[in-house]
């Protein structure tokens, strides 16, 4: 390479925007766009719908949560309306034994491995039994829990996954943060540990165009986010963060060479957040349009998904209701059963803290004890 093509800055960062094209299998309208890319994705029709179903579930929790939160029943909620491709199709490829490591907007993929909805909104009042990670009959589900220090769980990923190496499992950790995330120091920290042991990690970076306010194009100059993972060796994907079996066949194939012993990989899911930040107040039109919602939901991945599997004929609209009528049934269930645990006590909560307290937590323990809070 001679001096002027290593010092031609500009070409490289064209040829660096052309590394990272969109994995893309079904387009907005529901229309197969890679043909090849569909048959490797390999899921029977019961599993397409199963997935469906799974996207239906987060929808029809999002719903509701936000409902409760309107009425003051809802602790913290970070709305996942937009996301169900990226969240739920990722994870329909992982395996029982993987470890989930998701970030505060990533219970769905929880709930998708076993976790009963009535912990989620215990969790989301910051009750203690919402963190005990188990499935309605005590089977343990693993999954950490969903992280607000943001970054933070790919340092533990990268940790657990090496714990996995060490031991000869057949498992992965999978692990999610955002685009706001993908700063955060821990996230690159997680990814180029995980490279330099090789150690079976997935790591995504959900790109849903906000950080609360601060948009995606603020947030970096680099043009991909998913180029963060080629600094720690680690192979990085943009993904159609939208198109479900675009997610599902980039997190298999993620997996398959994680856990063949090959280190992690990173992949970008080009996605949108549809609601707000939080239902703690913030007001989206405070910083983008209401056209730029309005376009995303028609992008929005229920659509297509739903598109394509009205198309193949294992899927209608009187499925649909019929499911949402028993996933509303359900989740009103769970809440009256989340209404109904025993309001935390103070004394539990710090019990629940440390295995063996030390001096100071034994006696605040008493004394609320006593105080019987
Ligand atoms: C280490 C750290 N810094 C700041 C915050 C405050 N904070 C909470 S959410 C958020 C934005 C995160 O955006 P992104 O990673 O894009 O995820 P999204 O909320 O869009 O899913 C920030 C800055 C935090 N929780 N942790």
């Not at 395996?95 to 909805?117: A, N, V």
């Not at 992965?172 to 995330?181: P, Q």
């Not at 990814?191 to 950080?211: D, E, L, R, T, W």
């Not at 539990?348 to 609320?368: C, D, H, R, W, Y």
Request: glycine content about 8%.
């Amino acid at each position: 390479m001679t001096a002027k093509d290593s010092l031609d800055f500009k070409k490289q960062l064209k040829e660096q925007d052309k590394q990272f094209p969109m994995l893309q299998i079904l387009d907005e309208t529901g229309k197969v766009v890679d043909a090849d890319g569909e048959k490797q994705v390999g899921l029977s029709n019961d599993e397409l719908v199963q997935l469906f179903k799974n996207m239906l579930l987060s929808r029809q929790i999002d719903i509701r949560c936000t409902k409760l939160a309107k009425q003051g029943r809802m602790g913290f909620f970070a709305p996942t309306a937009g996301q169900e491709a990226s969240q739920m199709a990722s994870a329909f490829a992982f395996t029982e034994d993987d470890w989930l490591f998701p970030g505060y907007r990533d219970l769905p993929q929880i709930y998708s491995k076993g976790w009963p909805i009535w912990k989620g909104l215990l969790w989301s009042r910051g009750h203690q039994l919402g963190n005990i990670y188990t499935t309605e009959d005590d089977k343990p589900v693993n999954s950490w829990f969903p992280q607000i220090i943001i970054g933070a769980q790919f340092v533990e990923a990268a940790g657990v996954a090496l714990g996995l190496k060490k031991r000869q499992k057949d498992a992965v950790a999978f692990v999610y943060t955002g685009d706001g995330g993908s700063s955060q120091g821990d996230t690159y920290e997680g990814i180029n540990f995980a490279g330099a042991y090789k150690a079976p990690m997935v790591a995504f970076i959900q790109n849903n165009g906000f950080a609360i306010s601060t948009p995606r194009d603020l947030q970096t100059a680099a043009q991909h986010l998913a180029a963060k993972g080629w600094a720690a060796g680690a192979p990085s994907i943009v993904v159609d963060g939208n198109d479900a079996l675009a997610m599902y066949l980039a997190s298999k194939t993620a997996r398959a060479w994680a856990v063949a012993g090959n280190g992690p990989v990173v992949i970008e899911t080009i996605t949108n957040r549809l609601e707000p930040h939080s239902t703690a107040g913030d007001d989206p039109l405070r910083y983008r349009t209401k056209e730029s919602i309005d376009e995303w939901w028609q992008k929005e991945p229920l659509i297509r998904f739903r598109k394509y599997l009205t198309d193949k004929k294992i899927w209608d609209e009187a499925q649909e209701e019929a499911y949402i009528a028993e996933l509303d049934a359900r989740i009103d269930a769970d809440i009256e059963k989340a209404n109904g645990v025993e309001k935390q006590k103070i004394s539990s909560f710090l019990k629940n803290t440390l295995e063996v307290p030390g001096q100071a937590m034994s006696e605040q323990i008493k004394a609320f004890e006593e105080a019987g809070k």
